[in-house]
Each structure stands twice: as structure tokens, then as C-alpha cells.
């Protein structure tokens, strides 16, 4: 019995053994009518009512060819849609084509859409957008909703036309606008990712809102989304929880998704574990590939079921035979650890490689990981770039990553710090803490970014707050030197501490190194000595060199210089090249091994070719002396150049030498002084002491005429060192007039090309108004160019300008900020200025303990005031004693009072009271050392270090120190310190050296606390 709806507008037919009371679509009455009477179009609604019933296909279709028959176009376009997906017939994509283009021909907009989509998708015929496109736009034109849509998305995608995202926008809002309700959602999207038009987040709210009111379920679950994170719109995750339950009963499989997702987490809703997992189950009962990962991954964690590796798995499997390239990425997993399946490596690489294909972020990423280094297949570096690059796009952190360290290494593509630089800075602010790490380690160094030591400092920190240990080390190193940030050991260690809990190699490392100098903790070898251990058995080499340093020493351990050798061996295979070089010297001296000079220059070489400045100019030590290499002096002088190039001071000094001597390089004295001055503001006290004997002594041999000429050839042909070094010339008189305006000229001519020194040399001559009319504000100018290009002079004194207001405007902590980077550059000057502006509390808080740090830090670089302000606490005062008083003490010291003896020598060395008279003061001092005086017998030390009263004898002034040291005396300690550091008066060793500064320090801070205990061993 067939029946329809009374209203002429409903077109409801339908079909059965009664007639209905009611129309099911509009509520109107229902009557019967006679198949003879039916027209074409209402043989069609007749179908469409078969098509809504399960199993009634036959039905549907008998309707359809009765319609089409009748001449009806809806009804010829759904027959073809029944030949191309099978709806009771055989599938027919070509006969479906023949019958949309005869619909079309009937005027059937339906039919104009569906023949466009066969022919965008190769649907019975051969692929052809443009011909889609066609299609769409004759149906657009008439006003068909869907034919918009259809438009927009080919504008949007570039399908059959050239892209056009505003073109894209035009069309989806003309179907929006017409009250399509997935063009309605479809356009809030436009909104909400600014695609083709401005965001806007109201607009976007507004098209969902009314897409869900119309039904229709993906502005359903669009709008829950943001009700339920609280986006532009008030959080809402009860309302949004209803959305995803009614696009659910419209059959929606993210509905299904997010439903879930709400019942695992408790969002909206009482957690329920278990429903959450029906609705993964009625997902993939839908075939819904997404779903069934879902449902796998809920196995994989026994959650809402019993844990089951092998289910896991086998819902990954489905779930990626269903299209799902998280599935794919997940099953992949699976094989790769052996969960659930038997492991493969190979079947999981393909499967990481058909998830990235399928458009899975993580599996590109992991594919690109296996590309990279041969899992499962041969190393293939182009592959690796290209899905690391897609991974990337897609936003993984990790991806970008290790695309940074590609470009870093120079892996697959050419080395390129820019770029590497810019792939950590991405990855790290998408939340990668590997990224993280490696963009401030960028900062800390300079490379690819200009330096910048705070924003190392923040990068370290915010990967150490994530939980990465290596931020975590590197961060706490920054706080214990002060780099980047204010010097706060305490908290440094305590950041190493975290990172040593997650057995960070390194920060064992580093806090063995604590333990060993008392800087933030305790002073203890044997603890130093414990986490060196722990270390190198984790690997990590520079505590292998160090452990091999406390062996050969005998350091917190017993003296075994054979254990050293192995330790040295051990991080030397790692690459370690400081080791390198201590092994080197090992062989070189026959220290635990049998000697052997051509091991021993083997090693060096290695470690040279490193570019270990230490290893360059021991080498090129060994190419001088021929000591384990044929003798060289062209090789020695190359490997002291690059090592000079490197930053060593000694290298810088032996070049010097050479270019004075004529060895290996053609006697040039002019570049010889050069160097030597270069060596000395290095820190190299042998090359200051050259300097200073060479402007002494050697001034008739100089030739400077001859070397001031060639000087000028050089600056005249462009080279700002050179006229930076012919304006010094100027300054001196040295081979040309003294002529401080032509002075002035070069260095601003040297300077204007960049060159830093010249900057700081002019700088001081505007201060000073030589050669130029002083002024204040251009010294400054010049003086933070100079600083800003990393001359530490410079820095120096634009840090003064800043703390009195000289030309600038007065700003302590700039001045602290710029004394901190020279001290940290190793400027002992610089170290003083920040000991005292801690000391004093200008432009920083005031703290005594941090001042006495930086005066010990300067006093190791040599300065001498620092040192004098570290040993402030001398003798008493002995200053302002009038003549009786005076030979009252004179009279003491005779009859054989000890301390008289001494405060005698202090009168007759620093001329308080009377003339002074070096002789008298060392007579006066050798007396009351004689007599068990201990400050008096490192007095007597210090005057044969700087003859004073007695001819310069540096092997008796380290004697002397070594005596008072051993009888408790810090000031000796220190000076016995700098000895070993420097070879002078001793043979060079920097592990006795640093044995005693710390002894010295301590010696120093128990004297300050009132503390005593036994003298050093």
C-alpha cells in the first residue's frame, strides 16, 4: 500500500501494509494513493524511503528505474548514485557517469555535483578537475549549497584551479549563508584558523553554535571542544559532553572520540573508564581506524580492560589496516620492542614508514629516525632530512631537533650553525628539551645566534624546570661560575644534585670537581675522588682524565701512576683531548709507562687536531725540540700559530720567540713585539716578562725605522691590525715621531673597520685628550663599541664610565653587568672591579663571601690588587710611629724580640717612619724568620721573588714560599700557588698549583672566622 503526505511541500512517500496516521516528516495527514498515479519524481521519494530502510536495496532501486523511466531527473540521478556504491544492484561506476550526464541534462543540480565529484575522483571515468570544477561552478551558479561547498574546496586545495583561499572563503559562506549546516561548520573553521579571511574567534563561535542547532554533528563536536577547554567561549564541559553524546547518535566517529576521551578523564562527566572503551568498541565496529588505535592503546594501559599487550597490538593492526597512521606508528612500536608481537625490526621500520606516509607526525619522525641510522633498513641520509622536515611541519618538537643537529653535525646537509640554531630555537619553543638544551648551549658559545649568556641562562633553566638532567647540569654550572647569571653556588649544586639523581654523567662529574675545590660544597678529595668514579664508570670522559689526574698525584687516592695511566687511556679512546694530552706527557716522561717521546707526540697530534690550544702548542713544543717527531721549526711554528689563534698565551709567547729568533719564519721583530704583547694580555707571564726585557733591553735592535715602515705599508693597504699596531707606534715614538693626533687617526681608522683594540685605544685617548680634544661622552662611545666587540680592556673601562657617570649616564648595574663579562673573559682587572663592587655593594647586593670569590679568581689571573685585597688582613698596622717610637722598635728588634724584627722590615720596606731601605727590610726580616717568625720568613720570600733588598732569584723565593707554607702561612700558600702555576722558580705543575690556592683559600677564611688547626701537611 503506497501513501503520501497531503502537504504539496513535504514530497514524503512511503510504502506498507497500512497507512500511517501521521506524517512522519511534517506531522500532516497521510493518504493512500494508486501506483499508477505516481509520477516520476514521487516513484523517486518512494525510493528514498526503501533507501532508509535496512535490506530493502531491491526495493529502492525497482523505484529509482521506474522514476528514471518516467523521464524524472532526481530519480535518474539516484539511480546512478545506486550503480556507483551498489545500493541492490552490481556496483557500475561507468553506467553511473552515463546517468548523472543524463540527469544533468534533466536539470538535476544533484546530478551536476555528483558527475563533478566522478570526475575529480576518477569515478567511472578518467580524472579530470577542471571539468569538475566546471561542474561545480554551473551548479553553484544555480544556487546548489553543496555545489558550493564542493567549489570552495577545490579553490582551497587548488583542485582544477589555481589556489585561492579568499576564493575558498567566497563560496563555503555563499552555502553557509544558505543554511547548509556542514558549509556552517565548515566556515566557523575558516574563522577560527584565519583560512582565506581575518580570525575571528566570535565568528567562528557564532557558525558552529548555529551548525550544532541545525544538527549537524561536526559543529557539534567543534563547539564542545571549545566549551569544554573554555575557548573564547565560558568552559563548559557538562554542555560539551552533551554536544558529543548527540553528534554520537548521529553516528559521528569523533563524537564517539571525544566522548570518550571525557569518560577516560573525568571531563564533564564521572569517569568511566569502561564506557569509554564501548565507545572505542562501537567505533571500530564502524570501521573507524582511529577508534580502534584508541581501543589498543586502552589495552596496551589496562585501562577500562584487563592489560593485554597482545590485544594492544592487535587493535593497532586493525586500526592501521583501517588507514589510521597512529595505529600504524603504535604497531610499529610494537615490533620494535617486541609487545605483543615477536620483535622485527625491519616490520617495524615499514610500518613507521606507511604511518608517515599516512600523514602520522610521530611516525615520520621515527621513520626519519630509522632512516638516519640504519634500523631495519640501510642508512639512507636524504630520507631521514625529507621526514624529519615533514614531521617538523607538522609541529613535532623532536623532529625539529634533530633537523638541528643535522644541520649541526653537517649530516646530510652542509654544516650550517645558522640553521641549526634556528631548528633549536623552534623545537625548544614548541616544548622540546633536547631543543632546549642544544639553543642554549648555541647562546653560551655563539653559535649560529650572537653570544648571549643570559639567554643561555634562561633556556638552561626552563629545560631544567621541564626535567631534562642535562639543563639541569648546565644550569647549575651557570650558577656556580656566575655565567649569565648572578654566582649563586649553593643553588647550583643543588640543581647538579637533581641531575646526578638521574645518573647525569656529567653532573657527577661536576660535583666531584665541587667536592675537590670546596665550591659549594665541602672541600673533601675523597668524595671528589668517589664521584669521579661514578662518573667515568658511566662513561663520562672528562671524569676519566680527572680521576687520572687524582691517581697520578696521589690525590684522595693512593699515587698509582699506572691507574692514571689507564684512566687517561680510557677517556683519550673517547676522543677526550685534554687527555690526550695528559697521557702524552705521560709518555713523554715516562710517568707510569715505559718513555716513549713518539707516543708521546702521536698523542699530542690527536689531540691537536682537535684544536686543543694546550695539545697545538705542545706539539708545536715537540716540533721544536724534536721530542718525538723529526725536529721542525716550519711545523713548530705552524702548530704555535694555531694554538696562538686559539687563544693560548704560552703559544702566542713561543711564537713570539720565534719570529724574534728567525725559526721557522723570517726574522721579523716588529711581528715578534706584536705577539709578545698579545701573549702578555693573554695572561702569559713569560711573554710579559719578554715584553718588558725586550722594551728594555732590545730597543737598539728593534730596528724600528725599518719595522715601522713596513707597519705603515700594511695599515695603507687596508689592514686594521696593522694600523692599530702604527698607531701605537705613534704613541711611543717607536720607529716614527711621537705624534699623538697621528696616533688618533689610525686607531680611529683601525677602529671604524671593526677592529676592537683600536676602539678602547682611541677611547682612552679622547678620556685623556691625546691627540684630540678630550671628550668624556665620545671615550664612553668608543669605549662600549670596544666592549660590545669583545675587547676585555674595553669592557673594563666602559664598566667604569658606567659606575662614575664618565660620559654616560651613571648605571651600577650596567657596570656590574660589563665587569662580569671581562672577569668571565679572564680579565684579573676586571675581577678586582666586581670583588669590589660585591665588597662595597655598588650595583649589586653587597656580599662578602662573592667579593673574596672574585678577589681570589683575580689574584689567580695575577692581578695585584686583587691579591691585595684577598690578603687584606695582613700585619697590624705600623704606620704613623714617631722617631722615639721608632727606636724604641729599633732597640726591640736588636735585643732579639722576634716580632720587633719584623715590623722593623715592614718600615724599611714600605718607608713609614724613615727612608726606606730594601737591604735593611730583608736584614730585619731574615732575622725574625730565624727566630720562627712565619709572616717574616714569606716576606723574605717575596723580596727574592721581586728584588727587593737582594738580586731576583725566583728557585730561592719558591724555596722560601715552600717554607712557609708548610708552616701555615696563606699569603705563601698563594704565592707557592702561582710559582707551580707558572713554572716560575719550580717545574710547571698545575695540579700543585691548584692544591695550594685551595689550601691557601682555606687557610685564609679559617683565619678570618678566628678558626686554627695543625699547618698543612
Request: charged share 25%.
Amino acid at each position: 500500500m503506497i501513501y503520501h503526505c497531503v502537504k504539496d511541500d513535504c514530497r514524503f512517500w512511503g510504502e506498507g501494509d497500512a497507512v500511517p496516521q501521521r506524517c512522519p516528516q511534517c506531522g500532516a495527514p497521510l493518504v493512500q494513493a494508486k501506483e499508477g498515479e505516481l509520477t516520476g519524481d514521487a516513484w523517486s521519494a518512494l525510493g528514498v524511503f526503501w533507501v532508509e530502510q535496512d535490506g530493502h536495496e531491491a526495493r529502492a532501486l525497482e523505484c529509482f528505474r521506474k522514476s528514471a523511466q518516467m523521464g524524472s531527473g532526481w530519480g535518474t540521478c539516484n539511480l546512478g548514485l545506486c550503480m556507483e556504491q551498489g545500493i541492490g544492484v552490481k556496483a557500475d561506476p561507468r553506467q553511473a557517469v552515463w546517468l548523472y550526464q543524463q540527469a544533468v541534462e534533466m536539470g538535476s543540480l544533484s546530478a551536476l555535483c555528483n558527475l563533478g565529484v566522478c570526475y575529480e575522483d576518477g569515478i567511472g571515468t578518467a580524472p579530470d578537475p577542471k571539468l569538475a570544477v566546471e561542474h561545480y561552478r554551473r551548479a553553484a551558479d544555480y544556487g546548489s549549497a553543496r555545489a558550493q561547498r564542493l567549489l570552495s574546496h577545490c579553490y582551497e586545495q587548488g583542485i582544477g584551479v589555481e589556489r585561492d583561499l579568499e576564493q575558498g572563503f567566497r563560496w563555503v559562506r555563499m552555502a553557509a549563508l544558505q543554511g547548509d549546516p556542514l558549509s556552517q561548520t565548515i566556515l566557523g573553521k575558516h574563522y577560527e584558523f584565519g583560512v582565506g579571511v581575518d580570525p575571528d574567534p566570535e565568528l567562528a563561535v557564532g557558525w558552529y553554535r548555529t551548525a550544532a542547532q541545525a544538527g549537524d554533528p561536526e559543529g557539534q563536536c567543534c563547539l564542545g571542544w571549545l566549551m569544554e577547554q573554555g575557548k573564547w567561549v565560558e568552559a563548559d564541559p557538562e554542555g560539551a559532553v552533551e554536544l558529543y553524546r548527540e553528534a554520537c547518535r548521529q553516528g559521528s566517529a569523533r563524537g564517539l572520540l571525544l566522548l570518550a576521551d571525557c569518560l577516560l578523564r573525568g571531563i564533564g562527566t564521572q569517569p568511566d573508564p569502561e564506557k569509554a572503551v564501548q565507545c572505542y568498541q562501537e567505533g571500530a565496529r564502524n570501521g573507524d581506524g582511529s577508534a580502534m588505535c584508541c581501543l589498543g592503546f586502552c589495552y596496551e594501559r589496562g585501562t577500562g580492560v584487563e592489560q593485554s599487550w597482545e590485544q594492544a597490538a592487535r587493535w593497532y593492526r586493525q586500526g592501521a589496516e583501517h588507514g589510521s597512521g597512529r595505529a600504524m606508528g603504535n604497531l610499529a612500536w610494537c615490533y620494535d620492542n617486541g609487545k605483543g608481537v615477536e620483535q622485527d625490526v625491519e616490520e617495524s621500520t615499514r610500518w613507521y614508514k606507511r604511518g608517515a606516509e599516512a600523514g602520522d607526525a610521530r611516525s615520520m619522525y621515527c621513520y626519519a629516525f630509522c632512516c638516519e641510522y640504519g634500523d631495519g633498513m640501510e642508512p639512507d641520509l636524504e630520507q631521514a632530512l625529507h621526514w624529519y622536515r615533514q614531521a617538523a611541519e607538522e609541529d613535532n618538537p623532536e623532529a625539529m631537533y634533530r633537523l638541528g643537529r643535522c644541520y649541526e653535525r653537517g649530516k646530510g646537509v652542509e654544516q650550517d650553525w645558522a640553521q641549526a640554531a634556528a631548528w633549536y630555537q623552534k623545537a625548544a619553543e614548541s616544548g622540546s628539551l633536547a631543543g632546549m638544551g642544544s639553543l642554549a648551549w648555541c647562546y653560551e658559545h655563539g653559535r649560529g645566534v650572537e653570544k648571549n649568556l643570559e639567554e643561555s641562562t634562561r633556556w638552561f633553566r626552563q629545560g631544567a624546570e621541564g626535567g631534562s638532567p642535562r639543563c639541569m647540569c648546565d644550569y647549575g654550572l651557570h650558577l656556580l661560575h656566575g655565567v649569565g647569571a648572578e654566582r649563586r653556588p649553593e643553588e647550583g649544586v643543588e640543581w647538579l644534585l637533581q641531575a646526578e639523581e638521574q645518573e647525569y654523567p656529567y653532573a657527577i662529574f661536576a660535583l666531584g670537581w665541587c667536592s675537590e675545590m670546596g665550591e659549594g660544597l665541602p672541600q673533601d678529595w675523597g668524595k671528589a675522588v668517589e664521584r669521579y668514579q661514578r662518573a667515568a664508570d658511566l662513561g663520562e670522559a672528562a671524569a676519566m682524565k680527572n680521576l687520572g689526574i687524582c691517581y697520578e698525584n696521589g690525590a684522595g687516592v693512593a699515587k698509582d701512576p699506572e691507574r692514571a695511566v689507564e684512566w687517561y687511556e680510557k677517556a683519550a679512546q673517547l676522543g677526550h683531548a685534554s687527555a690526550m694530552c695528559c697521557l702524552g706527557f705521560c709518555y713523554k716522561d715516562g710517568v707510569g709507562v715505559p718513555k716513549d717521546e713518539e707516543k708521546a707526540a702521536e698523542l699530542f697530534q690527536q689531540a691537536a687536531e682537535q684544536e686543543d690550544p694546550d695539545a697545538m702548542c705542545t706539539l708545536g713544543w715537540c716540533y721544536e725540540t724534536g721530542c718525538g717527531v723529526p725536529q721542525d721549526w716550519g711545523q713548530a711554528t705552524e702548530w704555535y700559530r694555531k694554538a696562538a689563534g686559539a687563544g693560548s698565551g704560552q703559544a702566542m709567547g713561543n711564537l713570539a720567540w720565534c719570529y724574534e729568533h728567525g725559526k721557522g719564519v723570517e726574522l721579523d721583530l716588529d711581528e715578534a713585539c706584536q705577539w709578545y704583547r698579545l701573549g702578555a694580555e693573554a695572561g702569559d707571564q713569560r711573554s710579559a716578562s719578554q715584553l718588558e726585557r725586550w722594551q728594555d733591553q732590545l730597543g737598539t735592535q728593534l730596528e724600528p725605522e725599518r719595522a715601522a715602515d713596513r707597519c705603515r705599508r700594511e695599515a695603507e693597504g687596508g689592514d686594521p691590525a696593522a694600523m692599530h699596531r702604527l698607531a701605537l707606534r705613534y704613541e711611543t715614538g717607536d720607529g716614527v715621531p711621537q705624534d699623538w693626533s697621528q696616533a688618533v687617526h689610525w686607531h680611529r681608522l683601525a677602529a671604524g673597520r671593526g677592529y676592537a683594540a683600536a676602539m678602547s685605544s682611541l677611547a682612552w685617548c679622547l678620556e685623556q685628550g691625546k691627540g684630540a680634544d678630550r671628550s668624556p661622552e665620545q671615550a664612553a662611545h668608543w669605549y662600549q663599541k670596544g666592549a660590545e666587540a669583545g675587547d676585555r680592556r674595553a669592557m673594563v673601562r666602559w664598566a667604569r664610565c658606567c659606575q662614575e657617570g664618565s660620559g654616560t649616564v651613571q648605571n651600577l648595574e650596567e657596570a656590574v653587568r660589563w665587569y662580569r663579562s671581562a672577569a668571565e673573559a679572564g680579565d684579573g682587572a676586571a675581577m678586582y672591579c666586581l670583588g669590589r663592587c660585591y665588597e662595597t655593594g655598588s650595583g649589586v647586593k653587597a656580599d662578602a663571601k662573592e667579593a673574596q670569590h672574585w678577589y681570589y679568581k683575580g689574584m689567580k689571573a695575577g692581578d695585584r690588587q686583587a691579591m691585595q685585597a684577598f690578603l687584606r688582613d695582613g700585619p697590624e698596622e705600623t704606620a704613623g710611629l714617631d722617631a722615639g717610637e721608632l727606636e724604641n722598635l729599633r732597640e726591640a728588634a736588636r735585643s732579639g724580640d722576634v716580632d720587633a724584627m719584623y715590623r722593623m722590615g715592614l718600615h724599611c720596606e714600605e718607608g713609614t717612619g724613615t727612608c726606606p731601605d730594601p737591604e735593611q727590610a730583608l736584614h730585619w726580616y731574615r732575622q725574625a724568620a730565624a727566630g720562627g717568625h712565619i709572616p717574616a720568613l714569606y716576606r723574605m720570600g717575596r723580596c727574592y721573588a721581586q728584588g727587593i733588598g737582594v738580586a731576583r732569584d725566583m728557585s730561592q723565593a719558591a724555596e722560601i714560599y715552600q717554607a712557609a707554607a708548610q708552616r701555615g702561612d696563606p699569603d705563601a700558600m698563594v704565592s707557592l700557588a702561582w710559582c707551580y702555576e707558572h713554572g716560575e722558580g719550580v717545574p710547571q705543575d698545575k695540579a700543585e698549583a691548584a692544591k695550594w690556592y685551595q689550601r691557601g683559600a682555606q687557610a685564609k677564611e679559617a683565619k678570618e672566622n678566628g678558626r686554627s688547626g695543625p699547618a698543612p701537611r
